[in-house]
């Protein structure tokens, strides 16, 4: 028998996923990793002078710095901030308001992308109609039933309309004369600081429709001696029970307006420099008021308490002026007392931002200036003047809190 030839054993190669790479393969995949990213670091630097060209391409004014920076931060709020900070630490979330929740992120980023509020539809419009920007004013503080649907309305009446004669009911001016009068008598009895609150009345010609007689048009509820003056009267009159004096300057601002040719527009210029002499004249003052009244109708403007009919106060605060802050937070302050004893008479802080706005409104003269609304063009003085007390009255225990040296210094002097 011959030789069994022998067989070859065949080596088998167990390969896991899939055949062995080729010679020179992995140096190329490590060549092509390096090429991306050589490429991805190219673009980056490319990217990052690109957006720092476009930052500086449109001058100072538009560059990213800490005061844009700074101007940006303003805008948020300070809940939010207080919520953003206790994403590090929950222990500052305690000082929200148990009612308050963070806005939806998504929200956010939605607004920043297209620069409109989900929660704000003026956002939106205020683009697409003509003057509807003008609405862009924000409600700082809400009074109870305040949102954007009734804000206030500053009227701006052509000159002829605030120069008309028209009559009014006369028994208001016999009203003050009376008041005036009572008021003297008791001259004596209270020691009354001097100089410590200025009333103005920028658009003095404001009067109330049923003070009017025959006028039934909002737009022309305007009178040169019933209207926003009297309340100034009577709130300065108040102010005096509680011991603190004040000056009221019934300034015919209109007229002054018509004498130089001017625009109902610079009614607070013209102010300005009421303001500036009654300075000159009698030194500083520690508050400053400017009263007004709202466009707006009567059940915008009107709260009943206890059975009683009040004409509501709301505060204005200019957002274009260095005092704001403090603007702000006195306002605040005064609204919450008023709330407190009145709950529904103050209708919160507005700050009526937007094109053809003021912005300033004189604040920036003191950080203790105030302008007040009292009412709205369908109110009476009777229901003005009741609010009127209880804002003295407000104003007095704040004053009286915050100087409480002044009156051991005046029992001191006594004894």
Same mark, same amino acid.
């Given at each position: 028998m011959g030789r069994r030839p022998k067989r070859r054993r065949k080596h088998h190669i167990h390969r896991r996923g899939g055949s062995l790479p080729k010679r020179g393969t992995s140096l190329q995949l490590n060549g092509t990793s390096i090429q991306k990213a050589l490429f991805t670091l190219v673009m980056?630097?490319? &990217?990052?002078?690109? +957006?720092? @060209? %476009?930052?500086?391409?449109?001058? #100072?004014?538009?560059?990213?710095?800490?005061?844009?920076?700074?101007?940006?931060?303003?805008?948020? &709020?300070?809940?939010? +901030?207080? @919520? %953003?900070?206790?994403?590090?630490? #929950?222990?500052?979330?305690?000082?929200l308001p148990e009612d308050y929740s963070p806005p939806s992120v998504s929200a956010a980023v939605f607004e920043l992308?297209?620069?409109i509020d989900p929660g704000d539809h003026r956002t939106l419009l205020g683009r697409e109609l003509p003057g509807f920007a003008q609405f862009d004013g924000r409600i700082l503080v809400a009074g109870e039933g305040v949102d954007y649907t009734n804000m206030p309305i500053e009227s701006s009446p052509p000159m002829d309309v605030l120069m008309a004669?028209?009559?009014?009911?006369?028994?208001r001016l016999d009203e003050m004369d009376q008041i005036r009068e009572e008021m003297g008598g008791s001259e004596g009895e209270i020691e009354v600081l001097d100089n410590i609150v200025h009333i103005i009345h920028s658009?003095?010609?404001?009067?109330?429709l049923p003070e009017l007689t025959d006028e039934d048009d909002p737009n022309r509820a305007f009178h040169d001696s019933v209207n926003i003056t009297l309340v100034g009267e009577r709130l300065g009159l108040e102010l005096r029970?509680?011991?603190?004096?004040?000056?009221?300057?019934?300034?015919?601002?209109?007229?002054?307006?018509?004498?130089?040719?001017?625009?109902?527009?610079?009614?607070?210029?013209?102010?300005?420099?009421v303001l500036t002499e009654a300075i000159e004249e009698h030194g500083e003052f520690e508050y400053y008021f400017d009263l007004h009244r709202d466009s707006q109708p009567r059940e915008v403007t009107t709260a009943e308490i206890n059975g009683e009919n009040y004409a509501q106060i709301l505060f204005v605060v200019g957002g274009g002026n260095p005092n704001h802050e403090q603007n702000l937070a006195l306002m605040e302050k005064l609204h919450r007392k008023i709330e407190d004893k009145k709950p529904g008479?103050?209708?919160?802080?507005?700050?009526?931002?937007?094109?053809?706005?003021?912005?300033?409104?004189?604040?920036?003269?003191?950080?203790?200036?105030?302008?007040?609304?009292?009412?709205?063009?369908?109110?009476?003085?009777?229901?003005?003047?009741?609010?009127?007390?209880?804002?003295?009255?407000?104003?007095?225990?704040?004053?009286?809190?915050?100087?409480?040296?002044?009156?051991?210094?005046?029992?001191?002097?006594?004894?």
């Open positions: 980056s630097i490319v &990217s990052l002078f690109f +957006f720092i @060209s %476009i930052l500086t391409a449109f001058g #100072p004014g538009y560059s990213l710095s800490s005061d844009s920076i700074n101007d940006a931060s303003k805008n948020i &709020s300070k809940e939010l +901030f207080v @919520s %953003i900070m206790g994403m590090e630490n #929950p222990y500052f979330t305690q000082a992308a297209t620069s004669e028209r009559e009014a009911a006369t028994e658009h003095n010609r404001e009067s109330y029970k509680y011991g603190i004096g004040s000056e009221v300057d019934n300034s015919d601002i209109n007229a002054k307006l018509n004498e130089r040719g001017w625009q109902y527009g610079q009614s607070y210029n013209m102010a300005r420099e008479l103050s209708r919160g802080v507005f700050d009526p931002s937007g094109p053809g706005r003021n912005g300033v409104y004189n604040q920036d003269i003191s950080p203790n200036s105030i302008l007040i609304e009292f009412g709205g063009v369908g109110n009476t003085l009777e229901e003005v003047y009741r609010s009127v007390e209880v804002f003295a009255e407000v104003f007095s225990d704040y004053y009286w809190e915050i100087n409480e040296d002044r009156i051991v210094g005046t029992e001191k002097e006594e004894e």
